[in-house]
């Protein structure tokens, strides 16, 4: 908890809101502690170009392949201190305990840290990790901006990462056993049924895309009603459409398909002209593809509808399209049986929220343990969790990494 806090204090701003944005100072600030924590804890540290951070700890044999816990240090804006910190911190803890108490693994273990796991700047999320498992196709960045202009794809060639050696930063699949991420849960179901674990199956996608309708900017007190181009209200029909589509998508049975618009532009934005543009970020998730997909593709049918009606312009591009993760079902054994053997009561769930999990996956075995948040609430300064409960996740994180270090998957 002291190391948690001590990440949280970085970035921290009233109401106790953390902003701790990719690439940000204060982003860059929390990983220069946690590097000084991984030192002392004497850790091997190695840090790729993107600047994801792997710290060592040696196991009996070296030269098999290693066993990975981590998360993610960056944070959405005005949001709390647990989401990401509890899995890398966790897992530092986990790995602090089993060398304190020299307890032998045969997998040497890696305290990870990937960068940029939000997509609250770039629109573009779990950079560090989709890096880290080559999962980042040249095509990915061509619409990943932020607010000010400052597209992706030049930040990482500041970095010297470009669409033509990105694939170096692939880990090597045959170095790694698996991959452990501790996390909160980000929703209410493990306080609603009064379980302190939460362990996950598979890890829900979003369809993301920008909708831009061009209409036409208009003086607002000379333009008649009837002459306007509207950019606005052809936004606001659409983000009503899509809020009334995810609702027929929200059952279980039907994929569970949620949907929402959490950033948009408006030009030329001020009260005496009507909208001209309107620049609209979308973010269409669910836990299976098909319907995840086909609402996506309702929605973008509807765009073109809705601009065609009002004779307006409308533009779609592509920000990223994932398939939902399915986790590793080995692992949630080795966690579930360490959950029987020590009688703690979990619910085995499917994670709603996105995690570096979802990368890993792709190259190694994934698991990832939540703990509950206080009344669902994550990405938000409210966003809070038991200490008790993330002292149990990480004791848990610990002895599912000591299994899997020590035994044949
Ligand atoms: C990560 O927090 C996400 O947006 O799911
Ligand atoms: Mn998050
Ligand atoms: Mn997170």
């Given at each position: 908890m002291?190391?948690?806090n ?6 921290i701003?009233?109401?106790g ?11 860059l600030r929390s ?7 991984m ?7 190695r840090i ?8 060592r ?24 201190k647990?989401?990401g910190p ?6 530092l ?7 304190e108490n020299r307890i032998p693994?045969r997998s040497s ?12 700047r ?9 890096l880290?498992?080559?999962?980042v ?10 607010t ?9 060639a ?9 694939k170096?930063i692939?880990?090597?699949?045959k ?8 996390h909160?849960?980000?929703g209410?179901?493990l306080?609603?049924?009064g ?6 199956t ?5 369809s ?12 607002s007190g000379?333009?008649p009603?009837d ?9 606001a029909q ?8 995810c609702?027929k998508?929200a059952s279980m049975?039907k994929g569970?398909?949620?949907g929402?618009v959490?950033?948009m532009k408006?030009e030329p934005?001020?009260?005496n002209?009507?909208p ?17 997909n086909?609402?996506?593709?309702m ?8 601009a065609?009606?009002r004779g307006i ?6 920000i ?31 994670s ?15 698991g ?8 669902g609430?994550s990405?938000?300064?409210?966003e ?6 993330i002292?149990?996740?990480?004791q ?7 299994r899997?270090?020590n035994?044949k998957?």
């Amino acid at each position: 908890m002291r190391d948690l806090n001590a990440i949280g204090r970085i970035g921290i701003g009233d109401h106790g809101a953390v902003t701790r944005l990719v690439f940000s100072i204060k982003e860059l600030r929390s990983r220069q502690v946690l590097i000084h924590l991984m030192r002392q804890a004497g850790l091997n540290i190695r840090i790729d170009a993107i600047g994801n951070i792997f710290g060592r700890f040696e196991g009996i044999d070296p030269k098999a392949p290693a066993v990975l816990a981590g998360s993610h240090l960056d944070t959405v804006i005005h949001g709390g201190k647990y989401d990401g910190p509890v899995g890398v911190i966790g897992a530092l803890e986990a790995v602090r305990t089993i060398s304190e108490n020299r307890i032998p693994v045969r997998s040497s273990l890696e305290v990870v840290c990937f960068v940029g796991e939000e997509s609250s700047r770039f629109g573009f999320s779990t950079l560090g990790s989709s890096l880290a498992a080559g999962e980042v196709h040249p095509e990915d960045l061509t619409h990943a901006v932020d607010t000010q202009g400052t597209k992706l794809e030049n930040v990482l060639a500041g970095l010297g990462i470009t669409r033509r050696n990105m694939k170096s930063i692939k880990l090597d699949p045959k170095t790694l056993k698996a991959y452990l991420e501790l996390h909160i849960e980000q929703g209410p179901i493990l306080e609603a049924i009064g379980k302190r674990i939460g362990l996950v199956t598979s890890i829900a996608a979003p369809s993301r895309f920008r909708v831009i309708f061009k209409g036409r900017a208009d003086h607002s007190g000379t333009t008649p009603m009837d002459m306007r181009k509207d950019a606005l209200v052809a936004s606001a029909q659409l983000i009503e459409y899509i809020e009334k589509v995810c609702r027929k998508y929200a059952s279980m049975t039907k994929g569970r398909v949620v949907g929402t618009v959490g950033a948009m532009k408006i030009e030329p934005g001020v009260i005496n002209a009507v909208p001209g543009r309107t620049d609209l970020a979308v973010d269409i998730r669910g836990t299976s593809a098909q319907s995840k997909n086909h609402v996506a593709r309702m929605v973008k049918r509807q765009a073109r509808a809705i601009a065609k009606r009002r004779g307006i312009g409308v533009e779609l591009l592509t920000i990223r399209e994932e398939d939902p993760v399915p986790l590793d079902k080995r692992l949630l054994r080795v966690s579930r049986k360490l959950c029987d053997e020590k009688g703690i009561d979990y619910e085995i769930m499917p994670s709603g929220a996105g995690h570096d999990a979802m990368q890993m996956a792709k190259i190694t075995p994934a698991g990832m343990i939540f703990v509950p948040s206080r009344r669902g609430i994550s990405h938000n300064p409210l966003e809070w969790t038991d200490p008790r409960d993330i002292a149990l996740g990480a004791q848990l994180l610990m002895e599912t990494m000591i299994r899997v270090a020590n035994e044949k998957l």
